[in-house]
């Protein structure tokens, strides 16, 4: 079993940046990712990381976002930057049982965090 806590969400102005971060209750050199939910929308794959490090994002929010992790302190983050009114979502993290590859799918993911809630006004 693997506990994930999100933290870093919050309200702020289009344009603006805000850094996720996902501490989790064991090693993290597995596949991890980012998923949001909006009210009335399906959970949508937003950024994963393999274990080698390489990162793949969704394309709404390519050279917007940048996932990073500290294999050392277990910790994954989502750096989001020039937010959109549309970024408005319940951002989860999201690890994987096994598994090297990225992935956006949300069905490769085995554990979630409780979401944290990021709110952007126009």
């Known amino acids: 079993q693997v506990r994930l806590v999100e933290s870093g969400g919050g309200s702020v102005q289009a344009g603006g940046s805000l850094r996720l971060s996902c501490a989790a209750s064991?090693?993290?050199?597995?596949?991890m990712g980012w998923f949001r939910q909006a009210p009335g929308k399906e959970r949508e794959g937003v950024a994963s990381?393999?274990?080698?490090?390489?990162?793949t994002y969704a394309d709404s929010v390519k050279d917007r976002f940048t996932i990073s992790k500290d294999n050392a302190k277990n910790i994954l983050y989502l750096q989001m930057n020039e937010l959109k009114p549309e970024d408005s979502a319940t951002y989860y993290c999201a690890s994987a049982a096994r598994g090297d590859l990225y992935s956006l799918r949300a069905k490769d993911y085995s554990y979630w965090g409780q979401g944290t809630q990021v709110t952007v006004s126009s």
């Open positions: 064991t090693y993290i050199n597995r596949r």
């Open positions: 990381i393999a274990i080698t490090g390489t990162p």
